[in-house]
């Protein structure tokens, strides 16, 4: 009796746990970390190092999804874009390079002040390219991140990711339709057209990135 009420509660948690996770591309951490300090957070627009033009509002909605996964209460983005702008006049990532002095960034400590917040990610996309090589399609998504603790100005966690895929287009059904035209397709419909190789880059930052406090959503 009393292993059927332990088993019935292990199933509970587990649901509960599903439940919260409802929406989210990337799986709840298992557990969140009462000692850390940063509980609240931003998520700074990216340096787009790439050429196209919206690899970096993807791979930020993607990482905001992973830090709330982590317990971070996350600062919605268009919130914090709009005090960027208003207090700094920054409009772009490129803007926020703490490793060009020479651009007039502000620092860690005075973004963390005029955010409200207790940690800033610094987030860099290196790639974000798909391509149609003869026969082949190449895909590719590298970034890199950056968390500072903007209370202290200490770097608590940075690491790089990419994930990368080459298909044969010989091996395709309908190369045309399953290939470029999904890759328009995806793009007329706002969807992120590297999405397989996004959730994979999530899945290597996760591995390693810190958990918060113990704020869910």
């Known amino acids: 009796?009393?292993?059927?009420?332990?088993?019935?509660?292990?199933?509970?948690?587990?649901?509960?746990?599903?439940?919260?996770?409802?929406?989210?591309?990337?799986?709840?951490?298992?557990?969140?970390?009462?000692?850390?300090?940063?509980?609240?957070?931003?998520?700074?627009?990216?340096?787009?190092?790439?050429?196209?033009?919206?690899?970096?509002?993807?791979?930020?909605?993607?990482?905001?999804?992973?830090?709330?996964?982590?317990?971070?209460?996350?600062?919605?983005?268009?919130?914090?874009?709009?005090?960027?702008?208003?207090?700094?006049?920054?409009?772009?990532?490129?803007?926020?390079?703490?490793?060009?002095?020479?651009?007039?960034?502000?620092?860690?400590?005075v973004m963390g002040e005029a955010l409200g917040v207790d940690g800033v990610f610094y987030g860099t996309l290196e790639e974000f390219n798909h391509i149609y090589l003869m026969y082949y399609e190449d895909r590719r998504v590298e970034v890199t991140f950056i968390f500072i603790n903007s209370k202290t100005g200490l770097t608590v966690w940075e690491k790089e990711a990419q994930a990368s895929n080459t298909y044969s287009l010989n091996r395709l059904l309908n190369p045309y339709a399953q290939g470029l035209g999904g890759m328009l397709m995806s793009r007329a419909l706002g969807q992120n057209p590297l999405k397989e190789e996004t959730d994979e880059v999530m899945r290597k930052l996760g591995e390693t990135l810190p958990c918060g406090p113990g704020y869910v959503r």
């Open 1 to 109: 009796m009393e292993i059927g009420r332990k088993l019935l509660l292990y199933v509970l948690v587990a649901v509960f746990v599903m439940a919260l996770c409802a929406g989210c591309s990337v799986s709840l951490r298992p557990y969140p970390n009462p000692d850390n300090p940063i509980s609240r957070v931003a998520v700074l627009p990216l340096h787009n190092k790439t050429e196209n033009v919206t690899g970096c509002e993807f791979v930020r909605h993607a990482f905001i999804d992973l830090v709330k996964a982590h317990y971070y209460s996350v600062m919605p983005p268009g919130e914090t874009d709009q005090i960027l702008q208003d207090k700094f006049g920054i409009t772009l990532g490129g803007q926020l390079d703490l490793s060009n002095p020479g651009i007039g960034a502000p620092s860690p400590q």
